[in-house]
């Protein structure tokens, strides 16, 4: 099983960034796949999820209108496309997964998934 995420980088603020969360070895149609992230001395927090089979999403108050997830069933890849970005974005951001579970993941316990990328920084300069 792999969660392969990729995009991050250094953007101003006002800027974009595209994250991608490539995943195999799993059935991906059976999973919700959020994105997460912990800003230095804070604690990780959902960002957007979505429930693969129905396409039901959620997005955190933080990031609502700015950022936008979807997915890719061919390449079994989830993205985050990331706009408007600010300085509070700045945080390294993962992939997860969860078996049989809806957009609701994003609240709940992190460590409670399945399965995980490694993360990408994001950086937001001001």
């Known amino acids: 099983v792999q969660l392969v995420e990729s995009g991050g980088g250094l953007v101003e603020t006002g800027g974009s960034l595209n994250l991608s969360c490539v995943t195999s070895?799993?059935?991906?149609?059976?999973?919700?796949i959020g994105w997460f992230r912990q800003a230095p001395g804070k604690e990780r927090e959902g960002v957007s999820c979505i429930a693969i089979n129905n396409g039901v999403t959620y997005y955190h108050t933080a990031v609502k209108g700015r950022f936008t997830v979807s997915v890719d069933k061919s390449k079994t890849a989830v993205y985050l496309q990331m706009n408007d970005l600010r300085p509070e974005d700045t945080a390294v951001y993962y992939c997860?997964?969860?078996?049989?579970?809806?957009?609701?993941?994003?609240?709940?316990?992190?460590?409670?998934?399945?399965?995980y990328g490694k993360g990408t920084l994001v950086t937001v300069s001001s």
């Open positions: 070895g799993f059935t991906f149609g059976d999973y919700a």
């Open positions: 997860a997964a969860k078996w049989k579970s809806g957009w609701d993941i994003c609240a709940q316990y992190y460590y409670g998934m399945d399965h």
